[in-house]
């Protein structure tokens, strides 16, 4: 037997790739968001980091972000493609994922803005939909 037929469970999980990321704590955002494990993308976030979803308000708090997740996540796949990081004065990085999107419904292009405190959670995260006002009002209603 070769060791590439070893395959131990936590190979089999999708590993995230994405070009110019390395911080974990981002790469865990995409991989359990994915996977539904919604508690685990919340633990991500620092007590009171914030989560600004499109067309909602600032959602404040890791209870408050897995429980959002868990009513409005539950049909969304993150495909973030590549990403741009940079050092902030204070000490918080900020990074910028772009990539798409899909819901059971559509596929849309996305702009996820991460900013990581010192510890690396994630205190701030901005989810943008990258598409015309025309292209989201006919998603709308496509949807209805």
């Known amino acids: 037997m070769t060791s590439a037929e070893f395959i131990s469970p936590t190979q089999l999980k999708e590993e995230f790739q994405i070009e110019g990321i390395t911080e974990t704590s981002v790469l865990r955002y995409f991989e359990t968001l994915n996977a539904g494990e919604f508690e685990e993308t919340a633990a991500l976030f620092a007590v009171d980091g914030v989560m600004r979803p499109p067309f909602e308000s600032d ?38 994922v772009t990539g798409k999107a899909q819901t059971s419904w559509c596929s849309v292009n996305v702009l996820w803005l991460f900013i990581l405190n010192q510890q690396r959670q994630i205190f701030y995260t901005r989810i943008k939909l990258l598409a015309s006002p025309q292209e989201l009002l006919s998603l709308r209603r496509e949807n209805q």
Do not use: H, M, R, V
């Open 59 to 96: 959602i404040l708090g890791t209870d408050a972000i897995a429980a959002y997740l868990k009513q409005e996540g539950q049909n969304i796949k993150a495909y973030p493609s590549t990403g741009i990081a940079e050092t902030l004065g204070t000490g918080e990085i900020q990074i910028q």
